[in-house]
Structures are given as C-alpha cells and as structure tokens.
C-alpha cells in the first residue's frame, strides 16, 4: 500500500467551478502537508503547505487536513483556465528536510473556458 | 533572480552509455536535492547536499549513480551504465539554509526528461 494515494484523474470542469482535489494517506507520523501545482513540462511548485489539522486560506485556494481521517483537500473556487496543471499533494514528518517528504502521484486538472 | 536550472532538458541514450545532468540552484541556497519521477510513479527523492557535502543519499537507486557538488555550487548525477528502467525526469530542487517562512519551501527545476532505449 502506498503511503500517499492520490486519484490521477484526469478531471476536467466548466471555468469557474469549484474543484475538489484529495489525498490520503496511512502513515500518523505526517504533520505537514503540502499542495504543489505543476504544469506542463515544468518543475512543482509549493502553492500551498498546512501544518497539523485544520483550514488555510490563499485567494481562491483552501487547503483542508483532516488527520483523524487521513485525509488532505485542495479547494479552487472560481476556477480559471490557467488553472489547469497537475496538482500533487505531498506531506513529511515535520520541516525537518525535504529528503522525508513523500509525494502523491499528481491529479490532472483541466479548466474548460 | 535565476530559478534552478538544469541541463540537458532532454536526453535519449542507449542502455549501457553514460549520462550526465547538472543542476545550477538558485544562487545562494546550500541545500540542493535530487529527485526523480519514473514512468507512473511519484516523485521520489534521491538525494540531499548541504554544500558540498551529502547530507542524505539515502534515496540513490544503486551504485550505478553518483551524484557530486563541488564547490558546493552546481551539482551533477551520473548515471552509468544506464538501464532501461532508469528513464523517467530528474529533478533538482534548492532552498536555502534554515527554515524559511515559507516553511519547508524547496524550488524545483524544470527536470532533466531521460529516455534510455
């Protein structure tokens, strides 16, 4: 079983739909939790990162963790094309190093105009 | 300010030759990482230079890799000889020393893409 298990999708949505991505996970050691978008051809990068439970906030980005479920959220209200990337989540044990982070396989995402 | 560069951006060699990918970080970080992501798999470390030197390799594949940052500047991955299951991107990645307040914020680079056939 991995320890991080992300749906590949590919999820497609009309612009301006609100779009949920999750992942869980297994191991009760993670405590922060992480949300990089990737677009094509291009390297991750860290939109979002929560530390322990609970909800953040960042323009039309939510991030949710729920640890008593094992379960992690990425909201994006509004929608816009320029969304579309692949989003991974991606968590480790603590800001200790980025060697210890363990990261989903990536949700395809496309925002149709 | 220059992001993490690397270089070759593609490369497509035969099983059993030698290939090279360097990694310029962002100017300034000491923390340098490897990644990799092969065909439907996830993004997995390799490893983790503080300078020059490595602070974890406990990611490397095998001994056909070796990776090196002298200086402490750029770094390089070898691979040699290649095999076939080695083709996937290859990703460096940068931060600076010490937690930052962006929390754990590491930059990618766009990935060396190496195909072995």
């Known amino acids: 079983q991995k320890e991080v298990e992300q749906d590949p999708g590919p999820l497609s949505v009309p612009e301006g739909a609100i779009v949920s991505l999750n992942c869980t996970y297994s191991?009760?050691?993670?405590?922060?939790f992480m949300w990089y978008r990737q677009y094509s051809r291009k390297g991750p990068e860290l939109l979002m990162y929560t530390y322990s439970s609970g909800n953040k906030e960042d323009g039309r980005f939510t991030a949710q963790v729920d640890k008593s479920s094992k379960y992690i959220s990425l909201f994006i209200r509004d929608s816009q094309p320029s969304d579309s990337a692949t989003y991974l989540c991606a968590m480790s044990p603590g800001y200790s190093s980025a060697s210890k982070i363990i990261f989903g396989s990536g949700t395809r995402l496309s925002i149709r105009p | 300010e220059a992001g993490v560069t690397q270089f070759p951006s593609h490369s497509v060699i035969e099983k059993g030759q030698t290939v090279t990918l360097r990694c310029d970080p962002i100017?300034?970080?000491?923390?340098l990482y490897w990644y990799r992501r092969v065909m439907g798999k996830e993004i997995k470390f390799l490893l983790h230079f503080v300078k020059e030197s490595k602070q974890d390799e406990s990611g490397m594949p095998n001994n056909r890799f070796l990776a090196e940052r002298t200086g402490g500047t750029y770094s390089t991955l070898k691979v040699q000889p290649a095999e076939l299951e080695d083709s996937g991107v290859y990703f460096c990645?940068?931060?600076?020393?010490?937690?930052?307040?962006?929390?754990?914020?590491?930059?990618f680079g766009e990935g060396s893409w190496l195909t072995v056939v």
């Open positions: 191991n009760s050691a993670f405590q922060y």
């Open positions: 990645a940068s931060s600076p020393r010490g937690r930052t307040n962006s929390g754990n914020t590491i930059y």
């Open positions: 100017s300034g970080h000491d923390n």
